[in-house]
């Protein structure tokens, strides 16, 4: 091996390190692609937060635009962004459908009942049974299901109105004119 390639080795290593940081530090780190966006929302059955005796399936996101958003009581960003919700529950046309993770059931209900109830359902994850069908890295997790049943987007972190206006409210509008 040259003299010359033996220095210029380590250079090229090392600039092709730096152009990965650089371009790995521009990515938005919500931006997670989900390899189930455009595919049939995974095959679920879970009881229902406030009455377990309900049931909450795959079936309850066919025939309407849903909103799914991961929580739990125990997460700061899902308090942070429970108003947001809240105001977001008044808007016709689409439901949003809850699905607690990861949490005790006494608690989601405790801060439900202090902070309001946005959510049409509520499925209770505990063992992130269905969270991992879902690939749910943490909460908030908010995934955008049309009424065919197929999943649109996925919104890692917290629904604010930036996020409302620019990302989930044209994409919801255009579900709605597809009807």
């Known amino acids: 091996?040259?003299?010359?390639?033996?220095?210029?080795?380590p250079l090229i290593v090392f600039g092709a390190l730096v152009a990965l940081l650089v371009w790995g530090l521009g990515q938005d780190p919500r931006e997670v692609p989900s390899p189930l966006i455009g595919k049939p929302v995974p095959e679920f059955s879970l009881p229902a937060l406030e009455d377990p005796n309900r049931t909450v399936t795959e079936a309850d996101l066919k025939g309407k635009i849903s909103l799914v958003n991961v929580w739990a009581s125990w997460c700061n960003s899902c308090r942070a962004e429970h108003q947001a919700l809240m105001s977001l529950s008044e808007v016709p046309d689409f439901q949003i459908v809850g699905l607690n993770w990861k949490d005790e059931a006494a608690d989601a209900m405790r801060v439900l009942r202090l902070t309001g109830n946005p959510y049409d359902l509520n499925g209770y994850d505990p063992d992130n049974t269905v969270g991992i069908h879902w690939g749910v890295y943490g909460a908030p997790e908010t995934f955008v299901v049309d009424q065919d049943g197929i999943i649109r987007y996925k919104h890692i972190g917290p629904i604010d109105r930036e996020v409302w206006e620019k990302k989930l409210q044209p994409l919801v509008a255009e579900l709605r004119a597809r009807g």
């Open 1 to 9: 091996m040259s003299k010359s390639v033996r220095y210029l080795t």
